[in-house]
């Protein structure tokens, strides 16, 4: 039976790294033929993922079916859904100790 | 055609008037900086998020103008300018002080950002398209004789 990877729902990075697992072990290469540049939200409670052409659209959808679940949000075939002009490099972690 | 009037900050970047509302709180007015080097809807600093009692979605991975990464929070959040409500996708920055309105902000409102050195407007876009006739639907330009403006010596 495979082990079952439980982040820490407390900490921002474990969960933005628990759904970027899940998308690269279950979805990322079946979703970059299928799905190039659409915004996929992995629940990281389920594993489940949902996908849409524009992350409003697709976190609407993955709250309704899974209204307790935490998403992160990826843009297939990017390394990032967004791009910022500018941002301060801040360790999430201090927020939740 | 309907127009929203944004201005000038102190530091020169153009500004529109909002209000951002969550679920449970009344909304709050901010001037957000109008920033088309990103993407998305809203940035806004996490603090004021929780004052408004935004819902987190979770998280994601945005990248900086220097190809630099980061993780960030995000939550769901109804911004509203004159009347008009859209819900999009907030980002939340733990540090930062300004709302930033994004490329989706625009998108999401059907708004073609305009800035000159004396304003800054946002236009209908399809009011706009309706308006601005195309190329195509220009009529061809006629050259009388010794009034067209290439001839060759």
């Known amino acids: 039976m ?96 | 055609m309907t127009i929203w009037l944004g201005s000038f900050n102190k530091a020169g970047c153009p500004t529109l008037k909002i209000s951002v509302s969550g679920p449970f709180t009344d909304s709050l007015p901010f001037d957000a900086i109008l920033d088309t080097g990103f993407t998305g809807f809203l940035s806004m600093p996490l603090i004021q998020a929780i004052r408004l009692g935004l819902v987190l979605h979770g998280t994601t991975r945005v990248v900086l103008a220097d190809n630099s990464e980061a993780y960030k929070l995000t939550a769901r959040g109804q911004v509203t300018v004159q009347g008009i409500s859209k819900i999009g996708v907030v980002i939340l920055e733990p540090q930062g002080g300004d709302l930033l309105l994004g490329v989706a902000f625009l998108r999401q409102f059907g708004r073609t950002l305009l800035v000159s050195q004396s304003g800054v407007a946002l236009a209908d876009e399809q009011e706009l398209a309706k308006a601005v006739k195309t190329p195509q639907e220009l009529p061809e330009p006629s050259l009388s004789a010794g009034g067209g403006q290439l001839q060759s010596r």
């Open chain 1, 2 to 97: 495979a082990a079952t990877m439980t982040p820490h729902l407390s900490n921002p990075k474990e969960i933005a790294e628990a759904g970027e697992k899940i998308y690269a072990d279950r979805y990322k290469n079946q979703y970059e033929r299928e799905h190039p540049a659409k915004f996929v939200a992995i629940d990281i409670t389920t594993e489940e993922a949902y996908i849409a052409h524009n992350p409003e659209d697709v976190l609407e959808a993955a709250r309704g079916a899974s209204p307790h679940g935490v998403f992160h949000l990826i843009q297939v075939g990017s390394s990032s859904a967004f791009r910022v002009s500018y941002t301060l490099h801040d360790d999430l972690a201090w927020l939740f100790q």
